[in-house]
Nanobody, 124 residues
Framework: QVQLVESGGGLVQAGGSLRLSCAAYGRTSSNYAKGWFRQAPGKERECVAAINWSGVSTVYADSVKGRFTISRDNTKNMVYLQMNSLKPEDSAVYYC?????????????????WGRGTQVTVSS
């Protein structure tokens, strides 16, 4: 089992920045791909960014390209999401997920473990 705990969410003004962190506990997950998803009220959960096990390969949603950066530190069992130039439409609960296959993917069903989420609210 892998337990994922997100942190770093909060309230920020449009144009501001936040850095989300996801700590992994339990079975080592350094060989797992990691993803960040978000879900706004009344909307489906969507993948924001994903990173492969080594950190070499990443993928982003079109809506966040150039603004968000996913990274990981396998020595600390951490994955991060740096969010810049935030917009009100970025407001959502952000979830961290882990995929045992190790290859970055935007498909929710590919992920084996999920965190409980952290709220991000961007005011206009």
């Amino acid at each position: 089992q892998v337990q994922l705990v997100e942190s770093g969410g909060g309230l920020v003004q449009a144009g501001g920045s936040l850095r989300l962190s996801c700590a992994a506990y339990g079975r080592t997950s350094s060989n797992y791909a990691k993803g960040w998803f978000r879900q706004a009220p009344g909307k489906e959960r969507e993948c924001v960014a994903a990173i492969n096990w080594s950190g070499v390969s990443t993928v982003y949603a079109d809506s966040v390209k150039g603004r968000f950066t996913i990274s990981r530190d396998n020595t600390k069992n951490m994955v991060y999401l740096q969010m810049n130039s935030l917009k009100p439409e970025d407001s959502a609960v952000y979830y961290c997920a882990a995929d045992a296959l190790g290859v970055e993917t935007t498909i929710q069903s590919d992920y084996d473990f999920w965190g409980r989420g952290t709220q991000v609210t961007v005011s206009s």
